[in-house]
């Protein structure tokens, strides 16, 4: 089993910046692929970004390329997902996802998710 805990969440005005991170107990992250996943009030829970296990290869949707950016320190068994020049379209709550599979993770079928942590950004 894998338990992720997200932190770093809070409130933002537009242009700013936040770190989440997603910190995992149980097993070591060396081997699962991460993701970060958003869900804002009323709208579907949507891929956000993702890091592969191996290699470290990194993905992104297209509204948050070039702003955010996902990594991970295997030291500490902790992903980290910065988020700079945040809009207020970025208002969500964020979930950290793990799995061996980087597909699965893109795809939203982790086996393992977070609690959450919720991002608001004013304008």
């Known amino acids: 089993q894998v338990r992720l805990v997200e932190s770093g969440g809070g409130l933002v005005q537009a242009g700013g910046s936040l770190r989440l991170s997603c910190a995992a107990s149980g097993r070591t992250l060396t081997r699962y692929a991460m993701g970060w996943f958003r869900q804002a009030p009323g709208k579907e829970r949507e891929f956000v970004a993702a890091i592969s296990a191996i290699g470290g290869k990194t993905y992104y949707t297209d509204s948050v390329k070039g702003r955010f950016t996902i990594s991970r320190d295997n030291t500490k068994n902790t992903v980290y997902l910065q988020m700079n020049s945040l809009k207020p379209e970025d208002t969500a709550a964020y979930y950290c996802?793990?799995?061996?599979?980087?597909?699965?993770?893109?795809?939203?079928?982790?086996?393992?998710w977070g609690q959450g942590t919720q991002v608001t950004v004013s304008s």
């Open positions: 996802a793990a799995d061996e599979l980087t597909s699965t993770v893109l795809a939203g079928r982790s086996d393992y």
